[in-house]
């Protein structure tokens, strides 16, 4: 488990050398952390596998990740606190940061990838893909090339995107 906590903190000074990197390779290392003692501890019981703690279990993750993500993104941790705090409604009166349409995009997305990522939980996507008809891969491909192109001219790029 330190080794996990290490290869992540490593992680974070990789993609860059700002404390808010590391603290995103740090809560990562320690969500795995926190995984694999529930692991151990609690393993697999008739009460856990339910579909309706799974789900919470997956909105619990993803909160999570939602949570570190705000640090990698972050310039500073004043920005990290006070975009943490907008998300927990601390700025009720603050400025619209997006449209609503907007807001709605990235909903319609959310939605999308938690429904792909919880129907393939079981499932290889190598697996996944075989089963699907070719037109239905095509037409994916062909959405996700469209969605590409239509969202480009953001001059705020993905890290990556910079080298």
Excluded: K
Aim: proline share 1%; with cysteine; charged share 10%.
């Amino acid at each position: 488990m330190i080794n996990l906590v290490i290869v992540m903190f490593l992680g974070g000074l990789w993609h860059g050398a700002a404390w808010t990197f590391v603290v995103w390779g740090l809560l990562h290392g320690s969500y795995l952390v926190i995984e694999r003692l529930l692991e151990r501890y609690v393993g697999p019981r008739s009460w856990n596998q339910h579909s309706a703690v799974q789900l919470l279990l997956g909105l619990t993750t993803y909160g999570a990740v939602l949570i570190a993500w705000v640090f990698f993104r972050a310039s500073d941790f004043t920005i990290a606190i006070r975009m943490l705090q907008g998300m927990f409604g601390g700025h009720a009166q603050g400025d619209a940061i997006l449209t609503t349409l907007q807001i709605l995009e990235i909903a319609v997305v959310t939605i999308g990838l938690f429904i792909a990522h919880w129907s393939l939980r079981n499932i290889s996507l190598e697996l996944a893909v075989a089963r699907m008809p070719r037109w239905v891969v095509t037409g994916i491909w062909v959405f996700m090339a469209c969605a590409i192109i239509l969202t480009q001219g953001n001059s705020n790029a993905f890290i990556y995107f910079q080298f």
